[in-house]
């Protein structure tokens, strides 16, 4: 098939790929803009390219002959197109009339085509024929900014495959350039960078901040400045690019948080197989309200922007000075292309006060808690609500206080001889809480000082030593699943699906509805 009937029919957009010479051509716009440029704005601009060569190649085919349609008049040596038999080329070697009593009168004219075949088309004939009406000029009335809202998503999946591969490209985020036009990022220039993020506490520092303390070929433009600039810190194990999307900030790795670099000990979860089939919907609602990072559930599209979330806060995350980055809170919270770690502002939702906060996206965390919990004196199973600030990368942070402390009767965990020990006593409470996820830790230390003694015990194990304790509390000896989560994160990081498919598939476990469990045989 032509390239210009393929193009009429959409296939030639439909069925898209990068070609080397469109590379050449890209290498040479960005050569002669001087500046880089997002995907799309090369997507747009091989969009043009293209539907450029296309409409020369339609006008040369067409300055070799007139264009076949069955209505027209045709004499001998008349040269032929037909764009519906891939733009077959032809002479007319004779006319005569037509022999048809339902369309008469029409004419037939033989056509001697460039492999010395010759064919018979009809001509002079008007009896409403689908040629007659037929669009052959490739897309003729479109122009290219119509081609790239129909094609512009195609051609740009093909040049994010491509482009990566090609050594001749190079990128920063969102922007691409060409590598042998980026301007030198000498040694001595990366040390004063060093030196200005030390003097700033390790960051976070603009890029624009480095590029007034470094002297810059002053005839490259700054766009160009500035991603020749990042492309060398990116390749430099001293920098971090911590900004969110659209943002470049810069960070000292060796002045980052250990928790930052290093996942906690109490967060670090080792996958346990299990059976995902066995939860049902009862269970599955549960994993959505335990706000757990490592629940195989999708992220939350429906929160928007201005919508609260609120997090069930567990022992792991609470100890840590850590929030998950559960799927309801990643929708929340700044992300970047390539970063790993990324720095944003908690606000005080009370009292205003701005503290730095950290998305670990490998470790699916948010760091930066552990002095805002110990002022505002939360335990496992407080609520704590997030919102988006009033700039892109400020987040509310908040609690629901209680108007005046009061003391409530709550779980309570206490370590005996290396074993928990569940007691109900009353504990002053100054925050609101989830009632079937609270558990009072008077001696944190104390259960942390068991931290590894479980990470060899069988989950169905755990979960016998958490729930006997818990049944021992209830008249009805019937444990809430919320409640045994919060309880088996003391011991050990463990999600809620494994927990419930594991109650499950235990005979001496019976659901009692609504995520209520008993053993088997209990009233």
């Known amino acids: 098939m032509s390239e210009s009937r393929a193009l009429h029919n959409g296939q030639y957009w439909e069925q898209f790929a990068v070609q080397p010479s469109d590379l050449d051509h890209l290498v040479n ?17 091989l969009t043009r390219f293209r539907h450029e060569k296309v409409q020369e190649l339609v006008e040369d ?39 048809n009593p339902e369309y008469e009168p029409f004419r037939v004219i033989q056509v001697e085509t460039e492999s010395d075949q010759v064919r018979e088309f009809v001509s002079e004939f008007g009896y409403g024929h689908p040629l007659n009406t037929a669009s052959f000029l490739p897309e003729e009335d ?26 001749q490209f190079v990128n920063v985020a969102h922007l691409w350039f060409v590598r042998g036009l980026l301007v030198d990022i000498s040694e001595v220039q990366l040390n004063i960078a060093e ?73 670090k979860y080792m996958p346990v197989p299990y059976d995902r089939g066995l939860l049902d919907d009862v269970m599955l609602a549960l994993e959505e309200q335990a706000s757990d990072e490592w629940s195989d559930l999708e992220p939350d599209i429906s929160v928007g922007d ?33 970063a790993d770690r990324i720095r944003f502002t908690f606000v005080d939702a009370d009292t205003g006060e701005k503290f730095p906060g950290w998305v670990v996206r490998s470790g699916r965390y948010l760091y930066g808690l552990d002095a805002w919990y110990e002022e505002k004196d939360v335990i496992v199973g407080s609520y704590i609500d997030l919102a988006q600030g009033e700039a892109p990368d400020e987040f509310f942070i ?20 290396s074993h928990l020990v569940f007691e109900v006593t009353r504990v ?10 609270a558990v009072v830790v008077p001696e944190p230390e104390s259960i942390d000082a068991l931290s590894g003694q479980f990470d060899n015990t069988s989950l169905a194990d755990l979960i016998d030593q958490g729930f006997s304790g818990l049944a021992g509390l209830s008249l009805q ?7 045994l989560y919060s309880v088996l994160n003391l011991m050990r990081r463990v999600p809620p699906g494994p927990m419930l498919a594991t109650l499950a598939k235990l005979e001496k476990y019976e659901s009692l509805g609504d995520n209520y469990w008993a053993y088997r045989g209990e009233e």
């Open 29 to 45: 716009f960005l050569v002669e803009s001087e500046e880089p440029h997002t995907i799309d704005e090369l997507a747009y601009e």
């Open 61 to 99: 085919t067409l300055s070799q002959g007139r264009m076949y349609r069955p209505e027209d008049v045709y004499e001998e040596g008349d040269v032929l197109i037909f764009p519906q038999m891939g733009n077959l080329t032809g002479v007319v070697v004779k006319v005569r009339p037509g022999n």
């Open 306 to 338: 201005d919508e609260e979330v609120t997090v069930v806060l567990s022992y792991p995350h609470l100890r840590s000075g850590t929030l998950p980055l559960a799927p309801n809170v990643e929708v929340l919270f700044p992300t970047a292309q390539i």
């Open 195 to 267: 030196a200005l993020l030390d003097m700033q506490g390790g960051g976070p520092l603009r890029s624009e901040a480095f590029l007034e303390e470094m002297e810059l070929p002053s005839e490259v433009s700054k766009s160009l400045q500035l991603f020749s600039l990042e492309y060398a810190l990116l390749r430099d194990k001293r920098f971090d690019e911590v900004g969110p999307s659209g943002q470049a900030l810069w960070y000292l790795r060796s002045m980052e948080p250990q928790e930052v670099l290093e996942t906690p000990e109490k967060l």
């Open 477 to 483: 000896r019937a444990v809430h699943a919320l409640t």
């Open 428 to 437: 002053l409470v100054s925050a609101e809480y989830d009632e079937l996820a």
């Open 398 to 417: 908040g609690v629901r206080p209680i108007r005046s402390q009061r003391r409530e009767w709550l779980r309570t965990v206490t370590i005996e001889q």
């Open 142 to 167: 479109i122009d290219v900014d119509d081609l790239y809202e129909r094609y512009g998503g195609r051609i740009e999946s093909a040049l994010r495959e491509t482009l990566p591969g090609n050594e």
